[in-house]
């Protein structure tokens, strides 16, 4: 009969392994606007395309990093939003692990490309990295391409 250490790691190898999958949620532009557009509270959402592939997107990330590590989450929500295929679930899991992103994750299931950016951003050519940020029920800024450390922090320190 097993013993009750062999349970209990049972349950904490399930509950780890749950953890891990749950850390990369898929999203439809739907939910995505339902969460950042939000009039009634004051959090500067911060959202991030970008992909596993596009090294210019993951050469940003640790910025959106620190940047969730510096403002109480009241104050500011960053989202990270993956546009790579959803048959890449697995590999998006393994990318944010190895790089142990602690900001939300998630993988965007809008459809086809050409259907939903115009209603993200009408000036955006689809292009990533790119980054959204929006604040009581507004979008308040839009850039299409990466950001340095610096900017990121200057833009979130005047829109916060």
Do not use: H
Request: hydrophobic share 40%; with cysteine; aromatic share 14%.
């Amino acid at each position: 009969m097993p013993s009750f250490y062999t349970y209990a790691f049972l349950i904490l190898s399930f509950f780890l392994t749950a953890t891990k999958a749950d850390r990369v949620n898929t999203i439809t532009l739907e939910q995505l606007q339902s969460k950042t557009i939000k009039p009634e509270t004051n959090t500067l959402y911060v959202i991030n395309f970008w992909a596993t592939w596009c090294k210019p997107c993951v050469e940003e990330l640790p910025y959106f990093e620190t940047a969730g590590k510096k403002y109480p989450a009241e104050e500011v929500k960053i989202l990270l939003v993956s546009l790579d295929f959803p048959s890449e679930r697995e590999k998006v899991i393994k990318f944010v692990e190895k790089k142990n992103l602690q900001n939300e994750v998630y993988m965007l299931n809008a459809g086809n490309p050409n259907t939903w950016i115009d209603k993200i951003e009408p000036n955006w050519d689809g292009a990533i990295p790119a980054t959204l940020m929006y604040k009581a029920g507004s979008k308040i800024f839009f850039k299409e391409g990466d950001l340095t450390a610096a900017e990121l922090d200057s833009i979130i320190q005047t829109k916060k």
